[in-house]
């Protein structure tokens, strides 16, 4: 009876832990789920039900909308809905969507060779080339949007959106392990790296030049004259101490780069060099009320930061409210934007840190 007893409870142990680990993908977010669960669990039920997530809510264009949680459940209203808008709701590149939704196809076909899975991921690459302005910039949105006050349509760096693309094609074209299964034509690797050679040169092109030396980049340039674009009111254009720093590594990572390409590296890093902020330190205190509140405070061990933005005119760092004035310092602007974005970063110390074997690298 005792023997009984303690298999009884081993195996609804065993039950429990085993349902645990399948529901824990349910609490995770959908970036984590869509690419960094182990190789075999994209093989398993749940990943092939998510996998019917992704391809009810694809657009008809071929991408997906941001910030959803595809790998959860839908109700019957929710399902409706997305299928009602599926030509009604453009798709966007920005925080990730599209591409994760297409890597994440990518991992279930490697497990699972469903058919509907290879078609929407050919269908998911087609809408980037599509989506690829003439100049080889892409927007934040497609289609287009054009509202009234609408910046979506600016060639994209902003939250690396434009550089995680390209990324994406040099996978495609490279013929990344990760796409092996796909076993994608020719033609469509061929206009993976054309649409990423484009890229290129538009990144060349809209790159800030002063006094004739190569800068940085604005997060957002203008889609027609590729001169740096406002966004939203607190985000005006600038020259970029964060998004610059995606595409200086997407531009050390090329093989063989041209000397313009050389330069503009050059370029950027002298300007990060230059901007350096030292002597300071972004903390968080707690008021009386118990709020907390980010403040600057003097700090002379403390690492080197660098401004999200940098005036056009002056270079020198500001800090926005929601009413577009400009401020010198963070304790000028109101306690929302104060504490509710990033306006500082340490993203380019990495960026220093391996530009000199880069360098040595490209001249020998």
Not at 102 to 114: C, E, I, P, T, W
Not at 176 to 189: H, I, P, V
Request: hydrophobic share 40%.
């Amino acid at each position: 009876m005792k023997t009984r007893v303690l298999f009884t409870l081993f195996f609804a142990l065993a039950a429990t832990a085993t349902y645990a680990q399948q529901a824990d993908y349910l609490i995770m977010s959908w970036k984590n789920v869509a690419t960094k669960m182990p190789e075999a669990w994209y093989g398993s039920a749940e990943a092939k039900a998510v996998a019917e997530n992704v391809l009810l809510t694809q657009k008809e264009i071929g991408g997906w909308e941001k910030n959803k949680d595809y790998h959860k459940p839908l109700s019957e209203a929710e399902k409706a809905e997305f299928k009602a808008n599926r030509a009604k709701i453009g798709a966007t590149f920005d925080n990730g969507a599209t591409i994760t939704e297409m890597r994440f196809l990518a991992k279930v076909y490697s497990q699972v060779q469903d058919p509907r899975y290879k078609e929407a991921f050919e269908k998911g690459l087609n809408y980037i080339f599509i989506s690829q302005y003439p100049n080889g910039g892409w927007p934040q949105f497609f289609p287009i949007r054009g509202g009234k006050g609408d910046y979506s349509m600016h060639i994209t760096y902003n939250d690396d959106a434009m550089v995680n693309t390209m990324k994406f094609l040099k996978e495609i074209y490279s013929q990344n392990k990760a796409f092996e299964a796909m076993n994608l034509n020719s033609d469509l690797t061929a206009k993976a790296q054309k649409s990423f050679d484009a890229g290129i040169d538009c990144i060349l092109k809209t790159q800030i030049v002063v006094d004739g030396s190569p800068t940085v980049w604005c997060a957002q340039h203008d889609e027609k004259t590729l001169a740096p674009a406002n966004a939203r009111a607190y985000e005006l254009a600038s020259f970029s101490g964060s998004e610059s720093v995606g595409i200086v590594l997407l531009l050390m990572d090329l093989d063989n780069p041209s000397q313009e390409v050389i330069a503009s590296i050059d370029g950027a890093v002298r300007w990060f060099e230059a901007h350096r902020i030292e002597g300071i330190s972004l903390e968080t205190e707690t008021d009386a009320q118990g709020k907390k509140n980010r403040v600057v405070i003097a700090d002379a061990k403390a690492p080197a930061l660098w401004a999200r933005f940098y005036d056009m005119e002056t270079q020198k760092p500001y800090f926005c409210d929601r009413d577009g004035i400009k401020k010198s310092t963070l304790a000028e602007i109101g306690y929302e934007r104060r504490n509710g974005y990033s306006w500082y970063t340490n993203a380019p110390e990495k960026l220093l840190k391996e530009y000199p074997a880069w360098k040595e690298k490209v001249e020998n």
